[in-house]
């Protein structure tokens, strides 16, 4: 069956040259010069998707797109912003629109995104026609309190969307879930999917790129076969991109390439090769603050933050300590086969502590009580020091946050009692300190070494 487009744009010279393409790739194309043309065309013939300019004389874009919804004429839109109008943009999309594309742009890039759309808004009415639209959120994500469950209304409205999200907290809050939970989200199209989950803070710089895009025979030393990458390997599903700020400037400029087009080449080739993925990226620095000092592209930040999901620390919403708690317990009760319990001691200094490594931290605690206990209750002295407010760890040195923060304005004594706390917090595990302190492993040793401290002694 043909697909019906109608271009709105009061450029006309732009209008022919789009349905000029639109033709030749096969589908059937009109244009209205104004939105009370459009609108009066739309109430005549059914189209399958718009095409409509944001800043026109008369109504605006919006205003169109308002009217549709007024008057129950449900069609797909997918908007023309000048560049840098990203705050047109995602106006647009809290709108209802689709997908948006900057002025100038070139044909190519129009027709993938359109092609998209068509594709994408087709698998969504499937979804709607053969399941109720219900809540429909999946993962493990645990809360009593109204601000996860803000965003996990936000996981079902996104979820259908083929648009990038960016979230964005400190480490341990969960990023990997709400990703995972919007890819398998009833009522996203892509869920059959792959999804596929890449750390880029983890893979070594020289591998990045033969990761993501794939390499070919003979591109770099190792490469003994071809490969693909992790692009090709989630076509038509979702990647996941944990800790996008670590990404290198040319790796950002081909991922804004692969969001703009779909188009990538594998390391060491000249073949051009698409790829249909959703992008969901994750960062734990301010990314804004990044672009700002220069490290990213604006560019590319506003692409990936079509959505922006922040997710807060477990200590700002500490009702859910207590759900999180009774999870894991009965999890690894489970898992181990015990029938573990805690002590109501145990259970007020667990929900009194503020989880400077939020959930993560949290789960983790639980595992290892639950692991290393034999009776059948957990008590006071199965926990760690910190929370027994042992003599263990010296006082007025908090741990939670970077350290450079912590040490501006302490006394010259600082380090040695910092990095001493931070070893005996971590178990001796140094490069469990640096991620904590938000410093390099090397730094962290260079510290030790200065101070006399032996890690070995503080397991």
Known sequence: MKINVLIVDDEKDLCWAIREKLLSEGYGAEYALSGEQALETLRKKKFDLMVLDYRMGGMSGLDVLERLRAESIPIPVIFITAYGDQDLAMKSLEAGASDYVHKPFNLDNLMFRIYKTVRYESMDKEVRDLRPRARASFANIVTQSPEIEKIMSIIDRVAPKNVPVLITGETGTGKDVVASAIHHNTNNPRKEK?????????????????????????????????????????????????????????????????????EFYRVGETRLRTADVRIIAASNRDLADEVSQGRFREDLYHRLRVIHIPLPPLRERQGDIGPLLDYFMKFFNAQLGKRLEMSGEVRKRLLSYEWPG????????????????????????????????????????PLEGPYRELKAGVVEQFDARYFKNLLRECGGNVSEAARRADLARSYVIKKLNDCGIDPRELK
């Not at 983890?202 to 076969?225: C, D, Q, W, Y």
């Not at 400037?249 to 779909?262: E, Y």
């Not at 789960?363 to 263990?392: N, Q, T, W």
């Open 358 to 397: 939020n959930v993560r931290e949290l789960k983790h605690c639980i595992e290892s009580l639950v692991v290393m206990s034999d009776g059948e209750y957990i008590m006071l002295e199965d926990l760690p020091e910190r929370f027994r407010g042992g003599a263990g760890a010296e006082p007025g040195f």
């Open 194 to 262: 792959p999804y596929i989950s890449i750390n880029t803070g983890a893979i070594p710089e020289p591998l990045i790129e033969s990761e993501l895009f794939g390499h070919v025979k003979g591109a770099f030393t190792g490469a003994v076969t071809d490969r693909e990458g992790v692009f090709e390997a989630a076509d038509g599903g979702t990647l996941f991109l944990d800790e996008i700020s670590s990404a290198t400037p040319a790796l950002q400029t081909r991922l804004l390439r692969v969001l703009d087009s779909g």
